[in-house]
């Protein structure tokens, strides 16, 4: 099991930026950051998998926006979030997957099995 601790968020105004940090006691192949806004399901926001020297996805809502980072000797997991939007708001969350799937990292939250406690990011207009 990977211990994961999120840290970083905060509120900020529309336009502006934060900087999410994992902290992880291990890393799997693929690790992912998601988001959880109120009444709604948890989404994948980015993913990073380490086959192929490194593959990266992001959400096509965050595309261009969001940069997802992994530093396997520090086991930390990044998210620059840049250009924020109010509809950015949630609760983040930062996660590894259970198990190999495909060299591509999987997007459903239901494939990865450990998970942090989340940090808050809430965006004004």
């Known amino acids: 099991q990977v211990q994961l601790a999120e840290s970083g968020g905060g509120s900020v105004q529309a336009g502006g930026s934060l900087r999410l940090s994992c902290a992880a006691s291990g890393f799997k192949y693929c690790m992912g950051w998601f988001r959880q806004a109120p009444g709604k399901e948890r989404d994948v926001v980015a993913t990073f998998g380490s086959i192929g020297g490194g593959r990266t996805y992001y959400a096509d809502s965050v595309k261009g926006r969001f940069t997802i980072s992994r530093d396997n000797a520090k086991k930390t997991l990044g998210l620059q979030m840049d250009s924020l939007k109010p509809e950015d708001t949630a609760m983040y969350y930062c996660?590894?997957?259970?198990?190999?799937?495909?060299?591509?990292?999987?997007?459903?939250?239901?494939?990865?099995?450990?998970w942090g406690q989340g940090t808050q990011v809430t965006i004004s207009s």
């Open positions: 996660a590894a997957v259970r198990k190999y799937v495909s060299p591509d990292c999987p997007t459903s939250p239901s494939d990865y099995g450990d």
